[in-house]
């Protein structure tokens, strides 16, 4: 599965952005060009790809953003864009003329939202998001990171109902960028965090929300129970790490944005899909054989060796190498030297 | 073939430069008469019907062939049905002609004579060649191409000559790309221009040397490389590639020594001399038709001086000259020019041999020597037939296993259920470790952090040789450095205070004990080169250890259909080398039916299943197998980890060697069955600086070592063990 | 030599006098495109495309149902926003429809390749001066190299297809200006050799009548052998590495980038023969 980035332009600065790193790293009018979309859908399309992501940044700052999406969809792909929701009164017009017409099964717009609370955002990117919501509402489901334990997620059952969304909820962990510091849910905390999310079980269960857990929840965190119950809700529930990459407005092809700069290659060295798989199968495994998971625990763990439990995520696994003097494969020190802290 | 140079007029319309004919400036340019011409016929009829395996060419030259006229070429038509009837299907025609006058006339005519493909010369440079008095190059060039297209339409081949001039050499791409563009049938040929005598007063600004004719090939010679599978036939590349990479010889005639035996030229009066230009300097005159065949020429003695220099010059001129054999020292009328002599070697050598030393041979990537050295290279293959990604995966990193380098006992067993003894607690903010928080003074100990690498039966020894120096000094403690599979094997163990993650400018003890310098000597074991880079003073007891209680998992101890005697194989191998082929496996599977001996397989989820056997593959973890071995009376296995556990459980094994040694890792009490090698490593193909083949198949196929044994001599072993 | 096939304007007296022959019919208005057809049928002749000629961007045409089956050559100066034609791309798929762009405009090159990725056959238009090589290259590279399935971009298509190192391939019949294939008549129907000779009214003949024998027609005879001249002139383009697929089509604007280009073409389309025989060559053997 491929995530593009249309631009890593972004108009928002969220507190727990996995992703500032290879922001910073990159021109601010990093846009990606149309010749370099095609190629990436002709790449997708020879590899019997049905899927694609946009994300950025902030993918609705291209200014083809809208074209893109119409020609992806055209190209008969399902298509989500990851949004943070605050488009101009000018884009959403143009959201608004082109895209309302799609079949909601084709577009989705996961849009990346906030606690108003824990997370305040200006009156004006406010009120954007909320006219993206009532415009777009039922094409878009809404976003989740994770980056404190005391987070809630009342506000979002509320938009939900109140925009028609669709009824599924995206929940991501904030994950270390090995080497960076920022807010990330540290191991140790994840238990508490499942336990909190699971809490909210009766207004999923009410509201009929189905939770997407992203990568890097650890399976042993949940219990029996709890998994029997997301199961029940929306069948099965996927606690790997990958198999979707990052390809960047340059071309870049990457494991995902916390490893961003970790064997990063270029998408034109590949034939297929399935090639990038296997790089980045291969990269995961030196890595497992080094240290098998986030937890000790992890080592030995049947779910962990039959691919059932990713682990944690592998950011969060190569984090604890950063502090680490040089004992691993050649391969992998000579990437982890970039994020190496000075002794 | 015989060759015959066969120049019936000196007339000719056009007026080339560097033309021997136009400096002969003839008065009345003579033309063959038609009795000459039948004669000339019936010498050739003579010539073959005397020698029936041989054939001959017949090149029409001149000046200019077409200026005899239709007429005349029906007479030739003629003349060799007349008195050919009987070997004309060994008469082979060809035709070196400006093309100027050709038309669909003369297409007819060559038609019937054989022709195929006709011969040619070019140049478009401007006062090089054109027609009449006043060289008048743009009609010369129009009738020129206006008779190509009409040859290639009549459906001939055609093939031209392009003199190279001092006019030529600053532009030798130009001139390359200009005649590859000139149309889709044309091959071509790079002459030097060959100026003599005369010849320098009227025309020296044209002059080229040797180094410059070489240099004006080596430009193209490159770009034609790359791309030559797209030309037509360029000389003298193609020559030169087919001599010497591929094993063809197709030398011209100056270079091939033996012109003598091959080649004749007959002028229009009938006269018979070596080539064109013998004629006109008059020498190696043979006589005329009139008074001699065919075959008395060839027996004449002048040529065997000229076939004489191939001894003299080898031992002269050309003396340890690696061309030699391409060039035999050039033409003999070139070296008859410098110095009057037919035994010195052409200047034009040098050319070849520049040509070749500077520009081929870089190119080619053909290693300098002699001519059988050159035509054993392969031919470099061109760029264009390697697709990017297959450029790009032929530098992609070899995988875990090799960049250790290192040889691996095997993992032969892998996790199943989650290990009790090792259960964190939730909530709690710990350190990367199975233990508890390690107050802050001991975290200021220094203790030498210990690098794992090796398999897991590398990390039975360790544990061993770390419970050793515990027992010999309890104060001596080590860190282990986190890696996959160690943890749970190592950790409680009284040497190791923690499993962690290093920081940096921590001392630290790796455990490739086979980069050692005593490794592979005669009796030097694993075990002990561990203890002593632990300190330890070998020679000591090899005992292996592992850590904590063992415990089994009861439902798997339930489930097994344990018998009377029971057996537990393991089949697996980190290296696909060590391990046995499954159908000896299975047919020592088969051996104990019916004397109540059960036969249980151990190993890997991804272990090949041996039929005949409980399964238990994937569904143990290293400590519930270490636990488990005690209830089996002997264990088969090849050098894996479960070799290492049955020493350490003191279980009896009969364990297969192949690649490793018995001698360096095996341990006395087991049954050992070293497999006699056969391939070209008789100390193993697995050791230090082979770690990229570690995890490959072996590439002998049925002849692996581990596919000699014989179950029925194994299976006495497991009787043997099981008597004891 | 065959004789040509005739670019005519739509006139049915015109197109009445061209019984046998090979006809295009060239219309401003799509709306004509089906009638035109017809009368070129009717009058005896064989209908080789209906070229239209329109000033509106593909956003703007509207082809009507009556001219579905017709071979059409639609010229127009743009595409305009993916957004603005790709409501109509299901529409326009169900036309034998081939669009023309200039090359020109660097982002009718994009456009082409938009709309062969989505099905719609194209044709780009590569006029004398035109500057944007390295996007042409890039355009051409796809359209001959690219796996993923996609409509044809003319004239790349053809020469990757007929590609053959040791001759010439002359394109030129896609911009219906080569007078070995097409002749060009306008509303008089006086007999012009390519598109510009005819905008710039100069005519070689009356009418076609003159032309009995096209090989022994002199225009046509001097025309066939103007190649002929860069070699007798030592033109440099007779010295460049990429005559065989330009033949002096861009002598006007020669310089490094177009001789660039066409040298690149060459490579390209070697790749592409290879990758075609190696492909060839496993689809042989499976099952």
């Known amino acids: 599965m491929a995530n593009v980035l249309l631009t890593t332009r972004c108009n928002r600065s969220c507190p727990y952005c996995f992703a500032k790193s290879e922001m910073s790293a990159t021109p601010a009018r990093n846009l990606i060009s149309w010749e370099n979309l095609i190629y990436i859908a002709d790449f997708l399309k020879f590899s019997g790809q049905r899927h694609i992501s946009l994300l950025g940044g902030e993918p609705t700052l291209h200014p083809d953003c809208v074209d893109f999406i119409l020609y992806l969809l055209e190209r008969d792909f399902d298509v989500a864009v990851f949004t943070n929701g605050m488009l101009s009164p000018a884009r959403l017009e143009e959201f608004a003329s082109h895209l309302t017409d799609v079949p909601v099964e084709q577009l989705t717009f996961v849009c990346n939202l906030n606690d108003p609370v824990q997370t305040p955002a200006s009156k004006k990117e ?17 976003g989740f990171n994770i980056y404190r334990p005391d987070f809630t997620l009342d506000f979002l059952f509320d938009l939900i109902n109140r925009h028609g969304m669709k009824r599924q909820l995206r929940l991501g962990v904030a994950h270390p960028v090995p080497g960076s510091p920022g807010g990330s849910i540290h191991p140790d905390e994840m238990a508490h965090i499942v336990q909190r999310l699971c809490s909210h079980r009766p207004q999923f269960d009410s ?32 606690f790997g790490c990958g198999p979707a990459f990052d390809i960047s407005p340059d071309m870049s092809v990457y494991y995902c944005f916390p490893l961003s700069n970790f064997q990063r290659k270029s998408l034109f060295e590949f034939d297929s899909v399935e090639q990038i798989d296997s790089h980045f199968a291969r990269i995961r495994s030196l890595l497992k054989a080094e240290v098998a998971g986030i937890y000790s625990e992890c080592d030995g763990c049947m779910h962990q060796e039959e691919g059932v439990c990713g682990g944690g995520g592998l950011c969060q696994v190569l984090n604890r190498f950063t502090g680490e003097a040089s004992v691993r494969l050649t391969e992998i020190e000579h990437e982890l030297s970039r994020h190496r802290q000075p002794v | 073939m015989a060759t015959v140079i066969f120049k019936p007029t000196e007339a000719c319309n056009a007026r080339c430069i560097y033309c021997d004919v136009v400096h002969k400036k003839p008065r009345s340019p003579a033309t063959m008469p038609l009795r000459t011409l039948e004669l000339f016929f019936e010498r050739v009829n003579e010539f073959l019907a005397e020698k029936p395996l041989e054939h001959m060419e017949i090149v029409w030259h001149g000046g200019e062939p077409l200026l005899l006229g239709r007429d005349y070429f029906m007479k030739a038509i003629h003349f060799q049905r007349t008195h050919c009837a009987g070997t004309s299907d060994r008469i082979h025609h060809n035709i070196q002609s400006n093309l100027t006058l050709f038309s669909k006339e003369y297409a007819d005519i060559f038609r019937s004579l054989g022709v195929r493909s006709l011969g040619t010369s070019y140049d478009p440079m401007p006062g090089v060649r054109g027609l009449g008095s006043k060289r008048d190059t743009n009609a010369y060039n129009r009738k020129f191409l206006d008779a190509i297209a009409l040859a290639e339409e009549e459906g001939f081949n055609w093939g031209l000559i392009y003199v190279v001039t001092k006019l030529s050499l600053p532009r030798p791409l130009e001139i390359f790309h200009f005649l590859s563009n000139l149309s889709r049938k044309g091959a071509f040929t790079f002459n030097p221009v060959l100026l003599y005598g005369n010849d320098e007063r009227k025309i020296g600004h044209l002059r080229i040397t040797p180094e410059e004719y070489a240099s004006f090939l080596g430009e193209i010679f490159p770009v034609w490389w790359r791309d030559r599978e797209y030309f037509c036939q360029i000389d003298p590349f193609h020559t030169l590639t087919q001599t010497l990479l591929d094993d063809r010889r197709a030398l011209m005639c100056a270079d091939s020594g033996t012109c003598a035996r091959s080649h004749l030229n007959v002028s229009s009066d009938g006269g018979i001399s070596q080539c064109g230009r013998a004629a006109d300097w008059g020498l190696l005159d043979y006589g005329s038709i009139f008074d001699k065949s065919f075959s008395r020429v060839f027996a004449d003695p002048q040529k065997e001086l000229l076939l004489e220099r191939n001894t003299i010059l080898p031992q002269t001129d ?16 070139d070296s008859w020019s410098a110095t009057g002599s037919f035994f010195h070697k052409s200047e034009w050598c040098l050319a070849k041999k520049s040509f070749i030393e500077k520009y081929f041979e870089p190119t080619v990537g053909a290693a300098a020597g002699a001519t059988e050295h050159l035509q054993t290279q392969q031919p470099c293959a061109p760029v264009d037939k390697h697709s990017d990604t297959e450029l790009l995966r032929s530098a992609e990193h070899s995988d875990t296993a090799s960049l250790h380098d290192a040889r691996h006992p095997d993992t032969a067993c892998l996790q199943g259920a989650k290990q009790s003894d090792t259960v964190r607690p939730h909530g709690a903010k710990h350190s990367d470790t199975a233990r508890p928080h390690v107050p802050d003074h001991r975290e200021s100990v220094d203790y030498t952090w210990i690098n794992p690498i090796g398999g897991l039966g590398d990390t039975l020894m360790i544990s061993g040789v770390l419970k050793l120096v515990s027992e010999k000094d ?9 890696r996959t599979k160690y943890g749970p094997l190592l950790e409680g163990h009284p040497a190791i205070e923690r499993i962690g993650h290093p920081r940096p400018g921590a001392r630290f003890l790796s455990t490739n004990y086979w980069d050692e310098e005593d490794y592979g000597r005669p009796g030097s074991r694993a075990f002990q080169l561990l203890a002593r880079m632990f300190g330890l003073e070998p020679p000591i007891e090899e005992r292996l250890y592992v850590p904590g209680e063992f415990s089994v998992d009861p439902v798997l101890l339930r489930a097994i259909p344990w018998k009377r005697r029971n057996i537990l194989f393991c089949q697996g191998s980190d290296s696909p080398r060590k391990q046995m082929p499954i159908e000896k496996w299975e047919k020592l599977a088969g051996l104990p039916a019916g004397r109540k001996i059960g036969i249980v397989q151990a190993g890997n989820r991804n272990d090949v299943y041996i039929r005949g056997t409980y399964s238990l593959l994937g569904l143990t973890s290293p400590r519930h197998l270490i636990s488990m071995l005690d209830r089996f009376d002997a264990v088969v296995t090849g050098d894996n980890f479960i070799m290492h556990a049955a020493h350490l459980r003191g279980v009896p094994a009969v364990v297969l060697w192949g690649p490793t040694d018995h001698r360096v890792y095996g341990y006395s009490g087991h049954i050992h069955h070293q497999a006699e090698i056969k391939c070209g490593q008789p100390g193993g193909c697995i050791g230090p600086g082979a770690g990229d083949v570690y995890r490959t198949r072996c590439p002998e196929g049925v002849a692996h070592c581990m596919n000699t044994f014989d179950p029925e001599i194994i299976f006495n072993s497991i009787a043997d063990l099981l008597k004891r | 030599m065959n004789f040509p096939g005739i670019v005519s304007p739509y006139n049915e007296d015109l197109l009445r006098g061209l019984s046998g022959h090979s006809v295009a019919v060239r219309v401003q208005d799509p709306a004509d495109a089906a009638a035109a057809a017809a009368c070129a049928r009717q009058s005896g002749s064989r209908l080789v495309c209906v070229l239209i000629e329109s000033d509106s961007p593909l956003s703007e045409i509207e082809l009507p149902e009556d001219s579905r089956g017709i071979p059409l050559a639609l010229a127009v100066p743009s595409a305009g926003r993916f957004r603005s034609f790709a409501g109509r791309l299901k529409h326009l ?38 500057k944007h090589w390295e996007e042409i290259a890039d355009l051409m590279t796809y359209a001959m190299l690219e796996r993923a399935h996609h409509a044809s971009i003319e004239p790349f298509t053809f020469i990757a297809d007929n590609y053959d190192p040791f001759s010439h391939i002359d394109w030129a019949f896609f911009y219906f200006d080569d007078p070995k294939s097409f002749l060009h008549l306008d509303i008089e129907g006086r007999v012009a050799l390519s598109r510009e000779d005819l905008a710039k009214e100069r005519f070689v003949a009356r009418n076609l009548c003159e032309i ?29 590495a990429g005559w065989k697929l330009c033949l002096g089509k861009y002598e006007t604007s020669r310089g490094p980038e177009c001789s660039a280009f066409f040298i690149e073409m060459i490579e390209v389309a070697r790749r592409f023969k290879a990758l075609r025989a190696r492909n060839g060559e496993a689809q042989i053997w499976q099952p």
């Open chain 2, 318 to 333: 050309c003396s340890g000259c690696r061309f030699w054999d391409i060039c035999h020292g050039g033409c003999p009328l």
């Open chain 1, 207 to 238: 509201f009929r929300v189905k939770p997407g857990l992203d990568c890097g929840f650890p399976i042993c965190k949940f219990s029996d129970e709890q998994l029997g119950w997301l199961h029940r809700f929306r069948g099965a529930v996927h």
């Open chain 3, 93 to 130: 798929r169900q036309f034998n429809l081939r669009v023309y762009l200039s090359c020109s405009r660097p982002e009718n090159i994009l456009s082409l390749r938009i709309l062969s990725s989505v099905g719609i056959h194209g044709c780009a238009v590569i006029e004398r001066g035109v």
């Open chain 1, 126 to 142: 406010t009120q954007r998001v909320h006219r993206f919501l009532s415009v777009l509402g039922p094409w878009t489901s809404a």
């Open chain 2, 474 to 482: 309890p104060s001596r403690k080590f860190n282990l450095v986190a």
């Open chain 3, 212 to 240: 009995a024998d096209p090989d022994q027609f002199p225009p046509i005879q001097e025309w066939l052998r103007r190649r002929r001249e860069y070699f007798v002139g030592l033109h440099p383009c007779a010295s460049c």
